[in-house]
């Protein structure tokens, strides 16, 4: 079993549509929690990290956690074609000193 | 966060020889680290660079073929040595900053190796 599990895709969604990106984490002492996003031929670029169980907002992105069920998902409200990208999953481990994580990846695509 | 710059951008070398790709930041980090992405792949951690010591090696990855260095808070080299085209990948370095968890990534160096 993988430690951070996604979905590789393609996920399509029209534009304006709700995306949703799902994650699943298979160590139970992980902590933080990432989601990055990285367009083709660029570097992985920090989205946001999510702490605590619940829902955290920022603008279009919404992050939720789920420590019980060791999922965490991104919700990207409003979509647009310049969100089409692959969006990483990171986990850090309680007791890895700063070392995380990163999932596979999944490939969004929004179309016009 | 902080501006993180690498060195070369871009290269193609051949076979059994050796490339060393820089990473340097604009202020001073507590954690440096290098991964590697591999077509189409996700990121794998190869190594954390520590400061003044040897670096942490990840499972699969050891130093004869990766060396390391972080003379500074600021400066790490990765070396990419004996190369073989399955060394063709894209290297990035990633810092942490003080009191921070999250990690930001440079712009990342592209090799080919024929």
């Known amino acids: 079993q993988k430690e951070v599990e996604q979905n590789s895709g393609p996920l399509s969604v029209p534009e304006g549509a709700i995306a949703s990106l799902n994650c699943t984490y298979s160590?139970?002492?992980?902590?933080?929690f990432f989601w990055y996003r990285q367009y083709s031929g660029k570097s992985p670029e920090l989205i946001m990290f999510i702490y605590s169980n619940g829902d955290k907002e920022d603008g279009r992105f919404t992050a939720q956690l789920n420590k019980a069920s060791q999922y965490v998902s991104l919700l990207i409200r409003d979509s647009q074609p310049s969100d089409s990208a692959t969006y990483l999953c990171a986990v850090k481990h309680r007791s890895s000193a700063s070392k995380i994580i990163f999932g596979s990846g999944t490939r969004l695509s929004i179309r016009p | 966060s902080a501006v993180i710059s690498q060195k070369p951008s871009r290269d193609i070398c051949q076979r059994g020889t050796s490339l060393t790709i820089q990473c340097q930041v604009d202020?001073?980090?507590?954690?440096m680290f290098w991964y590697r992405q591999q077509p189409g792949q996700s990121l794998t951690l190869i190594a954390t660079a520590n400061q003044g010591s040897e670096a942490t090696y990840e499972s699969g990855f050891v130093i004869d073929k990766f060396p390391i260095s972080r003379p500074n808070l600021t400066f790490s080299t990765l070396t990419v040595s004996n190369m073989s085209p399955e060394d063709s990948s894209i290297y990035l370095c990633?810092?942490?900053?003080?009191?921070?968890?999250?990690?930001?990534f440079g712009p990342g160096t592209r090799l080919l190796v024929l």
């Open positions: 990633s810092v942490t900053t003080s009191g921070k968890e999250t990690q930001y």
């Open positions: 202020s001073q980090v507590t954690m």
């Open positions: 160590d139970r002492g992980s902590q933080s």
